[in-house]
T-cell receptor, first 117, second 113 residues
Framework: AQSVAQPEDQVNVAEGNPLTVKCTYSVSGNPYLFWYVQYPNRGLQFLLK??????LVKGSYGFEAEFNKSQTSFHLKKPSALVSDSALYFCAVRDLDRGSTLGRLYFGRGTQLTVWP | NAGVTQTPKFQVLKTGQSMTLQCAQD?????MYWYRQDPGMGLRLIYYSASEGTTDKGEVPNGYNVSRLNKREFSLRLESAAPSQTSVYFCASNRQGAGTEAFFGQGTRLTVV
């Protein structure tokens, strides 16, 4: 079965500092990984994804993510945080098991990022 | 281009009442999902439809039924609402392909009293 874990419920950083939101995954085969952001009272918005290729993936709003196969991690990063980055961030993995669960998208529990001025 | 549209946005039900949450997408996507979001639990998959005419149970299907009415629409029904179903419900869709990202609706905040 495929799964992702977000080990931190909350991350607090000062504006202008780099930020990292952690995600680890467990999959059989090659992982298809995604990051989403959720602002208060809104739906989830796609940020970026890793399918194959470069381990550093660039996405929306200046975010990037580093895929590390040996550590089974896909951490979300940004070089300089903004107050407006404060939101709930979700890591997700696509189910690639052949069978009835093929194609499903599974999410982590989310990490609340707070960027203070 | 509206994307994924959910109705209603808010609903209060009494225990035992029934209701249907509606979802429609205008992106010609094959796959559609229903999730519920609860504090500290993240998003949990209720039902999944890989294509028109097919539906499969997700992680937490008990107490729910779904209908994939056509390619555009995927509805979620609560036959007899319970307080444990108080949650925020999200519908999502994506086109075919493992590497494709999902698009989400704005959510339905449901309270069962």
């Amino acid at each position: 079965a495929q799964s992702v874990a977000q080990p931190e419920d909350q991350v607090n950083v000062a504006e202008g500092n780099p930020l990292t939101v952690k995600c680890t995954y467990s999959v059989s085969g090659n992982p298809y990984l995604f990051w989403y952001v959720q602002y208060p009272n809104r739906g989830l918005q796609f940020l970026l994804k890793y399918i194959t290729g470069d381990n550093l993936v660039k996405g929306s709003y200046g975010f990037e993510a580093e895929f590390n196969k040996s550590q089974t991690s896909f951490h979300l990063k940004k070089p300089s945080a903004l107050v407006s980055d404060s939101a709930l961030y979700f890591c997700a993995v696509r189910d690639l098991d052949r069978g009835s669960t093929l194609g499903r998208l599974y999410f982590g529990r989310g990490t609340q990022l707070t960027v203070w001025p | 281009n509206a994307g994924v549209t959910q109705t209603p946005k808010f609903q209060v039900l009494k225990t035992g009442q029934s209701m249907t949450l509606q979802c429609a997408q205008d992106m010609n996507h094959n796959s559609m999902y229903w999730y519920r979001q609860d504090p500290g639990m993240g998003l949990r998959l209720i039902y999944y439809s890989a294509s028109e005419g097919t539906t499969d149970k997700g992680e937490v299907p008990n107490g729910y039924n779904v209908s994939r009415l056509n390619k555009r629409e995927f509805s979620l029904r609560l036959e007899s609402a319970a307080p444990s179903q108080t949650s925020v419900y999200f519908c999502a869709s994506n086109r075919q392909g493992a590497g494709t990202e999902a698009f989400f609706g704005q959510g339905t905040r449901l309270t069962v009293v």
